[in-house]
Structure formats: structure tokens, C-alpha cells
């Protein structure tokens, strides 16, 4: 444990990342292409997946698209055809996910404040829940089930806020180890 970086690809928040851009086969691609620590062939991926070519590179494609790939372009002398080396910036991904994550923080962050400054109301079945101004409106009285509407109760809510910010935070801290 102690300062020993995980791999930034066993990292769930990457996985889910990965997968959103490229498809379920992304991050099997992107390790196959990491454990070989140079540049690699589609032709080498192709063959440790149960994929085809165009199907390779298609994600090969979304991933350079995002900078996460990037590829090398070289001519075969004697056959004058071009072949595409591949290479993966882990330092990209990560670069990409914390500014993801940066974002997510900041929305909850919005969120919880509003969460804190304004009161809810809710009904005794809570088939709805609405801010002062329009539980006033309805004059305290919910239009779903007919019961009073009454504060709620947000401790819990702004608990599982709370817990939740620190826990992408963490992420955060994880991440920057790979910049
Ligand atoms: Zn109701």
C-alpha cells in the first residue's frame, strides 16, 4: 500500500470512462496496448480480442479522438503500403478524468449548497417534494395525495452529499498521482 500507484486502468472511475467512449472492448484494448509499452499494430490487438479489424480500430478511433491514442504512421519499402502503430497516453486519461471529476464536484458542491439554503417540502406519502416557494402555491397542501406538506428533513440527504464529494475527491487525489 503506502505510496504504490494502482494502475490507472484497474481504477473503476477509468474502466466506466473507457467504456463510455469506447465501447465494452475499450479497456481490454487499452491494456493489451499498455503491456506492451511500446507502440503496437492494430493487427497485434486484433488478434487478443474477439474482434475484427474494423472493429479494432473503430475504437482505436474514438480513443484517439479524445487524445487517449495516439498513432504512427509508417511506409513498408517493399510493399509501399502504410502501416499504424498505436500508443496510449495513460497521462491523458487521467488528465481527462480529473477534469470530469473536477466538474462532478463542483455540480455537487452547487447541489448541496442549494440543498442546505433551501427548504423542501414534502408530503406524508412523499409523492412529491417542492421548494418553499412552491409548496406555498399550493398552500401547503400537496396536489398528488391531498396531506399537508411539511419540511423535510435533509440531514440524511446532505450526509450522503457530503460523503459522496469526499469520496470523488479521493478519486481525485488517486488521480493526480498519474499526471
Ligand atoms: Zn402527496
Redesign the pocket.
Known sequence: MGGRKQNIVDLLITKEFLMNIGGKYAVELVKICEKKKKAITDDEIEKKLPLKITEVRTILNRLHYRGIATYQKTRNNKTGWYSYTWQISTARIAALLLEKQLEEIQRAETKMEFETNYAFF???????NFPFEIAAEYQFK??????S?EATDNQKTLKDMRKKIVFMKNEMDELTKHC
Open positions: 414534502t408530503c406524508k406519502t412523499k409523492c412529491n400537496c396536489p398528488g395525495c391531498g396531506n406538506l
